[in-house]
């Protein structure tokens, strides 16, 4: 039986190339004997499912990646996009995947914003249930265009951490971010929870930082971790991530109250 309901299906090119990126850094990806990718809910056409496949390639040639769609229109119709290494299918949180198989890496982006936080914990749970032993759930929300990103990496013990991605010039302030929170955390972004918080300290130290722009944004940014870091917050990751606009933090610094 399909889990889930069709939602509405927005897409467009290089939409999710920040996601795809971060993914294509996972030593699970290297490390596993079937690179198989779910791209949970790609949407109205298969340009997300295609992209995904390109990027990952360049580190794991033989990675396959299967689309999965609720709405049988969408299907049909990314179907005819299909190539070797990319194919589609219906279904939803069940993720059907061929002959028993288990998924790697499980993308799920700009789904669960649709629906209710008090429906996300059964969600994680159905998609994690589906992974390999090592395998990954990245599941989270950007903005149109792709310059605000941010998403959960979630394991069989649960989330492990979120990871925010940012275009870094003309960027105001980091907490941007805070419209396109995972549903788990976006009507959190209030006094007393911890992701308020945490997108307050990065604004400050973002604007502490100010003056490094005359070297460029990403150095404004690298700085900017660095003081997130030195004050307590759980940074993970090195400047080779953040000089891209990306910062994560592991998932209890954030986690709901």
């Known amino acids: ?53 390109s990027r990952l390639a360049k580190v794991r040639t033989d990675v ?21 290494g990319v194919s589609f299918r219906l279904g939803g949180f069940e993720v059907p995947l061929p002959a028993r198989r288990r998924a790697t890496v499980i993308r799920a982006l700009n789904v669960l914003r ?25 599941e989270g929300t950007c903005n149109e265009v792709g310059r605000v990103c941010c998403w959960v990496n979630l394991t069989a013990a649960g989330p492990q951490s979120l990871t925010i991605s940012l275009r870094l010039e003309e960027l105001d302030k980091p907490s941007v971010v805070a419209e396109r929170l995972p549903k788990v955390l976006i009507h959190r972004n209030v006094p007393g929870e911890r992701v308020h918080e945490f997108l307050g300290a990065l604004d400050r130290h973002w604007q502490v930082n100010s003056s490094l722009s005359v070297y460029g944004p990403s ?7 660095e003081g997130m870091r030195a004050d307590g917050w759980p940074v993970l990751g090195t400047k080779a991530r953040w000089r891209l606009g990306e910062l994560t933090v592991a998932w209890e610094s954030v986690a709901p109250n």
Request: proline residues 6%; aromatic residues 4%.
């Open 1 to 53: 039986m399909v889990d889930g309901r069709i939602t509405r299906g927005t897409t467009g090119v290089n939409r999710l190339r920040r996601i795809d990126r971060w993914i294509a850094n996972l030593p699970i990806l290297r490390q596993t004997d079937d690179p198989l990718v779910a791209d949970l809910g790609y949407g109205a056409s298969a340009t997300t499912s295609l992209e995904l496949q």
């Open 114 to 138: 649709q629906y209710d936080e008090s429906e996300v914990p059964a969600a994680w749970d159905r998609m994690l249930s589906r992974l390999q032993p090592g395998g990954v759930l990245v």
């Open 219 to 225: 150095q404004r940014w690298i700085a900017t971790a």
């Open 64 to 84: 396959e990646v299967i689309g999965i769609e609720i709405d049988p229109e969408r299907v049909a119709r990314a179907t005819r996009d299909a190539r070797p």
